[in-house]
């Protein structure tokens, strides 16, 4: 079955741990990008990914860090989290990097930060 | 990067006609429309997309005015189901591929 997946689904932890959240996709997709969605701000995007090796800013990317050595894998790193990283985290892929495709999302992350 | 306005929320009652209006003032020749739908809990998942004129499939129909300066979700017929937040896209074709999703619309059906 052709999905995005993500893990963990729900994470507790506290402030300075640092965490990594992993997504996949088994689509041979070029394009991966990572959202956070908060109440009243709808999706904002942290970072994406054109290709292996290329990754860029999206409009919230202060305290996360991403890296993409594999087509299929996209972590996005917390390595210090802070209580305003608390927010429920969305991975995306799509089939090509230079058009609006179609966005693909995995189920999502809820991260608690205390 | 076309900013995009949608109404907060609205309400409806099932077998409905349902219309959510985007404004994207700024939107660049280059740029399509895209529309997606978010249940609870889960991740937004693609409706429809277009470029101008009128798009439709089996869930939706996409209207595009000539200037392109806004855009109109239409739902027919809705129902319970499609209690949903409504996310309207303005992606760019070719270079620039951050994407930028507004805060999108509420819509709540009912009996």
């Known amino acids: 079955e052709a999905q995005v997946t993500q893990n963990p689904r729900y994470l507790i932890t506290v402030t300075g741990k640092k965490l990594t959240v992993t997504c996949s996709q088994n689509?041979?997709?070029?394009?991966m990008s990572w959202y956070r969605q908060d109440p009243g701000l709808g999706l904002r995007q942290i970072y994406y990914s054109m290709n292996v090796e290329v990754t860029d800013k999206g409009d919230v990317p202060e305290g996360y860090k991403v890296s993409r050595k594999e087509k299929r894998n996209f972590p996005l790193i917390l390595e210090s989290p802070s209580p305003n990283q608390t927010s429920l985290y969305f991975c995306?892929?799509?089939?090509?990097?230079?058009?609006?495709?179609?966005?693909?999302f995995g189920p999502g992350t809820r991260l608690t930060v205390t | 990067l076309a900013k995009t306005t949608q109404p907060i929320s609205m309400d409806s009652y099932e077998g409905q006609e349902v219309n959510i209006t985007c404004s994207h003032n700024n939107i660049a020749t280059n740029d399509y429309i895209t529309w997606y739908q978010q249940f609870p809990s889960q991740g937004p998942r693609f409706i429809i997309q277009?470029?101008?004129t009128k798009v439709t499939n089996e869930v939706a129909s996409l209207f595009i005015p000539a200037d392109r300066k806004s855009s109109t979700l239409s739902l027919p017929r809705v129902s319970l189901s499609d209690t949903a937040v409504y996310y309207c896209?303005?992606?760019?074709?070719?270079?620039?591929?951050?994407?930028?999703f507004g805060t999108g619309t509420q819509l709540k059906v009912e009996l």
């Open positions: 995306a892929s799509s089939l090509l990097a230079g058009a609006p495709d179609e966005q693909y």
């Open positions: 689509m041979n997709h070029e394009y």
């Open positions: 896209l303005v992606a760019v074709t070719g270079g620039g591929n951050k994407l930028t």
């Open positions: 277009g470029y101008k």
